[in-house]
């Protein structure tokens, strides 16, 4: 009988990009992410001859980029496929890898630069240019420019600079600033977060509960996040993000199990957005889902949320949860001398009226919750969803999203953060003189 999938996919990105020269415009730096739609100029292109440039000081260089391509029925074309996953975009020609409608196209909001308002400067070098004018999400504040530009044959050299690197033997996803590493024997069980070479976190925390009643039967299932267990099905390994599929199952006791769902992982440079799967079947009532971070030598000392301009200290006393008061909160930031980590979980509005949403953060070392190598919490944090009465069959996608900075949080900047993070940049493409 099936019971219940109550999935998640959790890892969590920390970084910023204090180690490049960051700009002032953003309170973090995010990637730009256009479609082939986008740009159908270059639509039908041999993939391996575009590049992207940036403009500084009148001077042209290639910068970062990636094309991760989808296929026809919109699923990622792997760069390795482990697991029931395809390499090949069914929309290509058998020996080409071409840029279509559906395929993307990522560069970094660091790697913006000036306008050309007329000629190419002559590192470009290409009859076939767009310009690609990249504008804030809550404002028409220009952030800067970049130019594509497309190659009958010899392109430059792609840049040599990579923002991600994936290592799947060791189960380690890298930044400049972070390494992350999971444990080999529970998947989802993250066991090590270091930052500049610090590490600050003891582990993921999941804590679900189901509600079951069928006929005569009922009670309460309960897990952690040693019982999720699955496989990885395919990744994609670019300087820009890391995608990473994990095939996940909750293991219910008895010998039984959810049903296996794919949980992709999206990885950059400041943040990762990583999805909670809810799904609903016979004899469910209602679930619980508690998920969150516990701190090690993590030194925050301040909570910021959404709701309040209140700016909380968390080491005055212990408290079970300093966002009682403020259970509409959708994004907290705790924040230290040298850090702060921002968290947000966003439900899509067809099922936001049917959960409910309460943001914790704890900060009391005398609390154990195990399974986990330390007690208490230093702080822990995150978000416990409930489902209510009406809350339909069927699967259902939420969204947890982390971003860390190397600086001390400044009020003001989490509405920043959240909008970035959350609404699209917006983009004007101009087809250019080539030269």
């Known amino acids: 009988m099936k019971l219940i999938t109550l999935l998640i996919s959790i890892v969590f990105l920390m970084p910023l990009t204090l180690v490049w020269s960051q700009s002032n415009k953003l309170a973090v730096e995010v990637p730009v992410i256009l479609n082939g739609d986008q740009l159908a100029q270059f639509k039908g292109k041999e993939i391996q001859n575009l590049r992207v440039f940036s403009v500084k000081n009148g001077q042209a260089s290639v910068i970062p980029f990636q094309i991760d391509q989808l296929d026809a029925d919109g699923d990622w074309v792997w760069e390795v496929a482990q697991k029931n996953g395809i390499t090949h975009d069914n929309e290509d020609s058998d020996n080409k890898k071409l840029f279509d409608h559906n395929d993307q196209l990522l560069f970094m909001t660091i790697d913006l630069g000036e306008k050309q308002s007329s000629l190419l400067p002559s590192g470009i070098r290409s009859k076939d240019v767009l310009q690609i004018q990249v504008k804030a999400p809550d404002s028409n504040e220009t952030l800067g ?40 024997e529970f998947i989802a069980v993250m066991n090590q977060l270091s930052i500049n070479g610090t590490e600050i976190v003891d582990r ?9 009643g ?13 019982e999720v267990d699955g496989y990885p099905a395919g990744y994609i390994n670019g300087p820009i993000r890391t995608i990473k599929r994990v095939v996940n199952y909750v293991k219910l006791g008895a010998g039984m199990h959810s049903p296996s769902l794919n949980c992709d992982h999206l990885y950059y440079p400041n943040h990762a957005e990583i999805p909670i799967m809810l799904s609903r079947s016979v004899g469910v009532k209602n679930m619980t889902l508690r998920i969150g971070l516990d701190f090690h030598g993590a030194d925050f000392e301040h909570l910021y949320n959404d709701v309040t301009k209140e700016v909380q200290l968390l080491k005055d006393k212990d408290i079970d949860n300093r966002l ?48 986990e190598n330390f007690s208490g919490a230093e702080p822990e944090s995150g978000f416990t969803v409930t489902t209510k009465k009406d809350f339909p069959s069927g699967e259902h996608l939420l969204y947890m999203t982390y971003a860390l900075s190397t600086q001390s949080h400044t009020a003001g900047n989490g509405v920043k953060i959240n ?17």
């Open 145 to 184: 420019w970049v130019y594509i530009a497309y190659y009958l044959s010899k392109p430059p050299p792609l840049s040599p600079r990579r923002y991600m690197s994936y290592h799947p033997e060791q189960k380690k996803i890298q930044s400049p600033i972070y390494k992350m590493s999971y444990s080999n």
């Open 204 to 212: 993921l925390k999941i804590r679900g509960k189901i509600k079951v």
């Open 214 to 226: 069928f006929l005569l039967f009922g009670g309460n299932i309960n897990f952690n996040e040693e």
């Open 324 to 371: 009682m008061n403020f259970q509409t909160a959708q994004w907290m930031v705790l924040s230290g001398l040298s850090n702060s980590l921002f968290t947000s979980l966003r439900v899509p509005e067809n099922i936001h009226h049917l959960v409910s949403i309460s943001p914790y953060v704890i900060y009391n070392e005398n609390l154990t919750d195990l399974p």
């Open 419 to 435: 909008n970035l993070l959350t609404e699209p940049l917006k983009t004007m493409v101009i087809s250019m003189p080539g030269n």
